[in-house]
């Protein structure tokens, strides 16, 4: 396959030319690219040409060199920018994506919680309960109290991926409330209880189950 590069630079067409081959699937995941004179013949530019393409995309996380073995193929497409696919995502999505993380992260905070831990739950929890709130307030506190959850799990990546969906779960939440006010909130917050119940027994089970009922509660809200 022979695919003339005609516009410059020539670089930004040769690392878009080969990020289409990739999109299309003829190298897959994990998969050498051939060798630099052959590639480059292809593409009908210099190997110095190719090198700096190679470079384009190894910045952006598609492609790798690795000393002696080649250039091999990390990702499929370049990756769309998280805040971009979170403002783009419906408020049900982002609700099924919580409820994968913090079901998770409460059967870990479960089997991991320190007492310091199980310190924050509580105090959250009881900041959480408290009464004539704004609407913000109160999503601010059920905010926090999920998080010291999400925190007792002891790992960092479910942290941060919780923190990158607070603005967008925020700012849904409160409209949701400002337009249909929470039913029964002494319900709302007894099954908050019973997660932390579960988190402070050390049983990961109950505390998964309880984590997965309550955010599918909220999701049948939005619905």
Do not use: Y
């Not at 979170?86 to 408020?91: G, H, P």
């Not at 199980?118 to 109290?145: H, N, Q």
């Not at 709302?188 to 109950?206: C, G, M, N, T």
């Amino acid at each position: 396959m022979v695919t003339q590069v005609r516009r410059h630079p020539l670089a930004e067409q040769a690392a878009d030319l080969l990020l289409d081959r990739i999109r299309a699937g003829e190298w897959p995941l994990g998969h050498r690219l051939p060798g630099e004179t052959t590639l480059a013949a292809q593409l009908g530019v210099g190997r110095s040409t190719l090198r700096e393409a190679v470079r384009v995309l190894a910045g952006k996380g598609v492609l790798a060199s690795r000393q002696g073995a080649g250039v091999f193929v990390t990702a499929l497409d370049i990756p769309e920018d998280w805040d971009i696919v979170l403002r783009r995502a419906t408020i049900a999505s982002v609700l099924e994506a919580r409820i994968a993380i913090e079901a998770e992260a409460a059967a870990l905070a479960a089997e991991r919680r320190t007492p310091a831990d199980l310190r924050a739950i509580r105090r959250t929890l009881a900041v959480r309960a408290t009464e004539s709130r704004t609407v913000p307030e109160l999503v601010d506190a059920d905010t926090a109290f999920h998080r010291s959850v999400i925190v007792a799990a002891h790992n960092d990546i479910l942290t941060q991926l919780f923190d990158t969906f607070l603005p967008r779960s925020r700012t849904a939440m409160i409209d949701m409330l400002h337009i249909r006010p929470m039913a029964a909130p002494g319900e709302d917050h007894a099954a908050h209880v019973l997660l932390a119940d579960a988190i402070a027994a050390r049983d990961p089970e109950r505390a998964a189950a309880h984590s997965r009922a309550h955010l599918r509660a909220i999701k049948g809200a939005f619905a």
